[in-house]
């Protein structure tokens, strides 16, 4: 009786949280397009329909076969789990509360800058509206979330005021001998070689840390803005300056013109660890575009006459280019380009359009959409890749391992959990998976019935409060259904229960699921419950 409680618990949860109609995804691709249009004003345009957009895609006009407008409003609370419950779960039942991430960046910002861009980060809260969601983040020796997404003024006011930035200088993994440096102490005294490998770390860190964010909003619907507040970082390691703000040309862009890397010093001089970062750039990308997340970049370093600023900038230009948003920088205004980022993203269109000969050719796609009125301005992202989600043993592992140690929670695949310590020596795990994020392929049997084919790879990850990880475990779930139990899962998740050994050391659980087949992953950090005690029997009269 008290399983068939808790599981009904746990479906009343997702059903509550995921109240759209759930559709079991097939492997054909869907290609969500979020488009912000602005008048000659600047101003956000509210009446546009379906038919007022041209969407084309390698210059081949497309379908449309989705739109939707969603405008800036208040979300919907989330719906309150039952006491030792926990979830990633962030679908407010269809709302679009306009969420904003504010990313301060004192990994790759010097001090004085740090400073500047606080202030006009507090003179901006000040000024938040009611319909505003606004989370902040610090990166620095690792990303941590300085507050949740709120509309609440003062607590958010809080939450910057007590942050003042030393102690976050490092990388993601703690870079700690520099822990009591600024970022222009890092690289004096030290050879070309150790200021390269340095430099390439924290890059390294920084995209590691965009797609957390990315994975982190993946769940929420509609568009997501991230005004990344940072004095910026090159794409390249250990080459001459590069005389433009002109970034390597993608690497998923096969076929198109490439720009020749700068030359490597020749001759007498230090030794230079030399290395481009378009492979890892690519794959930040694709992480972004398939959350919808527009990157918002905003130089803390305000106006500057650094000759090698440009280098800086051009990384900018190119998240905001390929992710639909806008880079700010050369003013000193931080504050007043927040705002406008919040202003210029209160109505957002997404079309939806299913790529006419779509083929996993690994192809960059480039996408162009217009509107048929003069004078618009449109923003969205540049291009999709036509890649086939890798399901090869190393990529599984090395996915999980990712969303297992990540200090974010993905949410792009919806889980509910409860964890109760059944004994001193066992856990008793009972696992909700959010269907909508489940990929199953219909096949027909030997017999002619109907079959739901697919695959759920679960990772269980046992830590204590420092982090450090214990003992874990992994399952493959091979899902082979009837229609009637299809149908028993479309109403209710997929539901899984495990029983674990607990390690004497841990204090957390970590679980991780991933789809194998659209590869999209949810995880959480769960405590667990106290077996609950067994009453005495009553006494007979």
Do not use: C
Request: glycine residues 8%; hydrophobic residues 35%; proline residues 5%.
């Amino acid at each position: 009786m008290r399983i068939r409680i808790l599981l009904s618990a746990l479906i009343l949860s997702v059903a509550t949280v995921t109240s759209q109609e759930t559709i079991f995804r097939t492997t054909t691709r869907l290609i969500q397009v979020n488009v912000v249009v602005l008048d000659k004003k600047g101003k956000p345009v509210l009446d546009l329909k379906r038919e007022d957009f041209t969407l084309l895609d390698k210059g081949k006009p497309q379908n449309i076969a989705a739109f939707s407008m969603e405008q800036k409003r208040a979300g919907k609370p989330m719906p309150t789990l039952q006491p030792g419950f926990y979830t990633n779960l962030t679908n407010t039942g269809g709302s679009t509360p306009n969420l904003t991430v504010i990313l301060i960046d004192s990994l790759n910002t010097q001090w004085g800058d740090q400073s500047v861009a606080r202030q006009h980060i507090i003179k901006f809260l000040e000024q938040i509206k009611p319909d505003d969601r606004v989370a902040l983040m610090i990166l620095g020796r690792q990303l941590k979330v300085l507050h949740s997404f709120t509309d609440d003024r003062e607590s958010l006011l809080k939450a910057v005021k007590k942050w003042h930035g030393r102690e976050e200088v490092g990388g993601i993994g703690g870079d700690t001998e520099t822990v009591d440096l600024g970022l222009d102490d890092i690289f004096g005294g030290t050879s070309g070689m150790e200021q390269d490998m340095r430099q390439s770390r924290r890059i390294i860190d920084s995209l590691a840390a965009m797609e957390s964010v990315g994975n982190y909003l993946a769940g929420s619907p509609g568009r997501k803005n991230l005004i990344w507040v940072s004095g910026g970082f090159p794409l390249t390691v250990g080459f001459d300056q590069i005389k433009s703000p002109q970034v390597f040309t993608s690497a998923s862009q096969r076929g198109a013109p490439s720009i020749r890397p700068p030359q490597p010093k020749m001759g007498p001089g230090p030794i230079r660890d030399q290395r481009t970062f378009t492979d890892e750039l690519d794959k930040t990308m694709k992480v972004l575009n398939n959350a919808n997340v527009a990157v918002y970049p905003v130089d803390a370093r305000g106006l500057t006459i650094d000759t090698n600023a440009h280098e800086n900038i051009g990384t900018m230009q190119e998240f905001a280019s390929r992710t639909g948003g806008r880079a700010f920088y050369n003013r000193n205004d931080i504050d007043t380009a927040i705002r406008q980022v919040m202003e210029e993203t209160e109505v957002t269109y997404t079309l939806a359009f299913y790529p006419t000969g779509d083929k996993a050719d690994g192809q960059f796609h480039d996408l162009k959409v217009k509107v048929n009125r003069p004078g618009m301005s449109v923003r969205n992202r540049k291009g999709w890749v036509a890649s086939k989600p890798e399901d090869n043993e190393r990529s599984r592992e090395k996915q999980l391992a990712y969303a297992a140690h990540s200090p974010l929670e993905a949410t792009a695949l919806g889980i509910v959990a409860k964890v109760t310590k059944k004994d001193d020596s066992n856990l008793l795990v009972q696992l909700v998976v959010d269907p909508n994020g489940v990929n199953l392929e219909m096949e027909k049997d030997k017999d002619g019935k109907d079959r739901y084919k697919g695959r759920v790879d679960i990772l269980w990850l046992q830590r204590d409060k420092s982090g450090a990880d214990f003992a874990s475990t992994q399952d493959v779930v091979d899902l082979n259904l009837l229609k009637e139990t299809y149908d028993k899962m479309r109403r209710g998740g997929l539901i899984y229960n495990k029983q674990i050994a607990l390690n004497p050391k841990a204090e957390f659980l970590r679980i991780v699921v991933r789809d194998a087949t659209s590869t999209l992953s949810g995880s959480i950090t769960a405590k667990w419950d106290k077996p609950e005690a067994t009453p005495p029997p009553k006494k007979r009269p």
